[in-house]
């Protein structure tokens, strides 16, 4: 069955969407666990422990692999953000809105080249010599994750889906 | 309650050769040292490996103006590609280094230089955020 064009792109956003939601998930429980590592309890574990308890090294490669498949589906659909978003919002006088949307898409790169070394620094969690810049590196990955997703958001309130 | 430090961020050792490899340390700390400054000097002097033109679906090499009739140009993936092949270029030549210089490269640059690299990009937009 074919589906419109509307159609089409509106799922690319939603599967966009869900892999940021994933993304954020990860680097969220990950910054926590390294800015506040779980110290184990004598009784059971509450839930901010729970949160924090995570084994950070276990998520690096997921974060890269979902950056990236968010990265390039956000790539796709700007595309048609360029001509059917984001004139509308220039015409409409968003310019602090379109301003961030700029921001968001340098900053996804810039979180895009730190991957590599993200990736190294938390495969060889286990030296402690890397200890100071994986937690820099990581919580750096996590705030960026937070902007993108927030603005991605927003953007989507000011001119998303049904407009 | 009696507690005791756990690390566990900190439990999962090194799996593959690549991660365990000396190569791809230097390469990866190159590229996300080089890719950062290369994005802001890409940004500031407009240098994209290509133009996009997305009404169209035209690419052209490097910076070209948006055409009458054919809607705006995208520049912002020819910059992503032009920092990927320099940085992919920086990382592999860095790893001819010798070990003992290679590793005096400061980590703390790997995520210094893309936060530092915010601020300019805020800059760069100052139209947007003081358009009246």
Redesign the interface.
Known sequence: MPISVNTFWTILLIIHGLLAVALLGALTH?AV??LM???????PAGFVTRFR??????YATAICVLWVLTFLMG?WI???Y??YV??PIEQAGY??T??FF??K???A??????L??????W????RAE????RK??TV?IASMCWFLFLVGHVLNNVRGFGS | MSTTATTPSRVTPTTSSVAASSRFRTFAVAFAISAPVMYVICVLWNLPLFTFHPATNRFAWGWEAARSGEGPAMYWYGWTATIILVGGFVGLAATMLPDSISRRIPLALVWLLPLLAIPIMIYTLMPFWTHP
Not at chain 1, 53 to 58: I, L, R
Not at chain 1, 130 to 133: I, M, Q, R
């Open positions: 990950q666990s390294v590592p779980a110290r184990q309890a004598a009784g308890g995570v084994n950070g090294a276990g790539a700007y595309t048609k360029r001509i984001r004139i310019w602090k379109q301003g700029d921001l898409e340098h900053v790169t810039l979180g895009l080249v730190s590599p070394a993200y990736w190294y620094l495969k060889n969690a286990q890397y200890d100071s810049a820099a590196l750096l």
